[in-house]
């Protein structure tokens, strides 16, 4: 049986890892695609710190992985289906197959939020996007437009501009809400437009998008912008579904934990993006990874 079993490869799952390897549990983690998480979509990550150049989100990923691997830390590359939390032997099922642990630490992140309109699931792929940095290649030339106000359809927008003709940003205020170093980078940038008091309200296109209407919030004018690609940055959800009725959550699914990670249930712990904390960032991710096991390690060693 683990010691301590990790479910998720970003930031915070892997530092988890790091430190519950460090010290000195058996423990595994699980990751369904690639380490790095959401940090792997974005180009670059600016404030994180020791890499005062910036770094590649991927890139990141990867030295978090090699840095717990020191430690011994082996990423199963792997969902986890499904838990059970109950009781003192936790149990996950992977592969088909179940394993066993003292202790679970839920690191599963979130994921982008979608823009609600009518055949975005049909065309996602074909000009839907949720990741500037995965698909803005592929929009090279073209006219493209961000749906979102804050750091991330800013930075996005900025990204974008380095391949595309142009950058709507639509916003339904008359403000950003992105970190003023963003803003200004992005006023300055004449490739992008900020459409601002406005809502995105249909595709328009049939097997591939063709174009974006967008309704605007004060007078309930439609305009449609010309573009080929419309990239969602209006925020994220938890990834809970996983644990939904075995551990609390707030109403929009957010795992409640408290300052040691603990959730409800005894021996599982949150971290990361998918509890409820008031900063979404590698940092704080990496940060709660390291108080759940640190917290973890204690439970195991409390209980022999
Ligand atoms: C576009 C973008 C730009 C960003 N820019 C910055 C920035 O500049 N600076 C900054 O500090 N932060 C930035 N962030 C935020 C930062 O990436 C997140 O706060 C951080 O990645 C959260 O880490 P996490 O480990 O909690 O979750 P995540 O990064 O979401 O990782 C969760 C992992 O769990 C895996 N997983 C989920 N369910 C399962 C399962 N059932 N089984 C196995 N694996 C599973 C997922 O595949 C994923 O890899 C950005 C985010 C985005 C989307």
């Keep these: 049986m683990l010691d301590i ?3 998720g490869g970003g930031p915070a799952g892997l530092s988890a890892g790091l430190y519950a390897m460090r010290g000195g549990a058996d423990a595994a983690l699980y990751e369904g695609l690639f380490v790095g998480g959401q940090a792997t979509k974005t180009h670059r990550i ?3 710190p020791g890499f005062r150049e910036g770094v590649e989100g991927f890139q990141l990923g990867v030295e978090l992985e090699q840095h717990a691997a020191r430690f011994g830390l082996t990423v199963t590359y792997a969902t986890v289906e499904s838990v059970d939390l109950a009781g003192d032997v936790k149990k996950l099922v992977v592969d088909g197959e179940t394993v066993e642990a003292r202790t679970v630490i839920l690191a599963m992140g979130a994921k982008p939020r979608p823009l609600g309109l009518p055949r975005e699931a049909e065309l996602t792929g074909k000009g839907v996007s949720y990741c500037a940095t995965c698909d803005g290649a592929f929009f090279k030339g073209k006219q493209v437009a961000v749906v979102g106000g804050g750091d991330t359809a800013v930075s996005d927008a900025l990204y974008l501009a380095r391949f595309v003709e142009r950058v709507y940003v ?18 300055a940038e004449e490739k992008v437009e900020f459409v601002f008091h406005s809502v995105a309200e249909a595709f ?4 591939k998008v063709e174009g974006l209407t967008v309704k605007d919030v004060r007078t309930g004018a439609l305009r449609t912008l010309p573009v080929s690609g419309v990239f969602a940055a209006v925020g994220i959800v938890p990834e809970s579904g996983l644990v939904r009725g075995q551990v609390a959550c707030t109403e929009d699914g ?13 021996g599982v712990y949150a971290a990361g993006d998918i509890r409820t904390t008031p900063l979404r960032q590698v940092i704080t991710a990496c940060a709660d990874g390291a108080v759940a096991a640190t917290r973890a ?3 195991c060693s409390e209980r022999g």
Excluded: C, W
């Excluded at 328009?204 to 097997?207: I, S």
């Design 170 to 187: 639509v916003h339904r205020r008359g403000e950003l809400r992105a970190a003023k170093s963003l803003q200004q980078a992005a006023f």
């Design 204 to 207: 328009v296109g049939e097997e």
């Design 46 to 48: 600016d404030n994180y």
């Design 254 to 266: 957010r795992i409640r934990t408290n300052e040691f990670m603990e959730t409800d249930v005894p």
């Design 5 to 7: 079993a990790i479910i």
């Design 297 to 299: 390690l204690e439970y």
